[in-house]
């Protein structure tokens, strides 16, 4: 079955970095659009940013020259490296993976990120 399966959260101070993985399963992943979502307590659940299958990204303004997405195809990987954290980083981060026409889109369940002194 599928399965995204996020790991390297945790507590990290302000300006320091973190690298979130994704490790996928079940479905053609060097076919899916990846990405990267945050839901911090009280708001919404956010896009951080996305990687195509053809490698092209995009982010959030708010992330902008500070999180880099990657993805490793060979190992059904999926990558986000965060550095210059921010308080308002703080966030349930989720894996995403989904095909262009929607109707595959699928979550993992999420690995916490703290970012505070």
């Known amino acids: 079955q599928v399965q995204l399966v996020e790991s390297g959260g945790g507590l990290v101070q302000p300006g320091g970095s973190l690298r979130l993985s994704c490790a996928a399963s079940?479905?053609?992943?060097?076919?899916?659009?990846m990405g990267w979502y945050r839901q911090a307590p009280g708001k919404q659940r956010e896009l951080v940013a996305t990687i195509t299958s053809s490698g092209s990204t995009n982010y959030a303004d708010s992330v902008k020259g500070r999180f880099t997405v990657s993805r490793d195809n060979a190992k059904n990987t999926v990558y986000l490296q965060m550095n210059s954290l921010k308080p308002e980083d703080t966030a349930v981060y989720y894996c995403?993976?989904?095909?262009?026409?929607?109707?595959?889109?699928?979550w993992g369940r999420g690995t916490q990120v703290t970012v505070s002194s």
């Open positions: 079940g479905f053609f992943f060097s076919s899916k659009t």
């Open positions: 995403n993976g989904r095909s262009q026409n929607g109707l595959f889109n699928y």
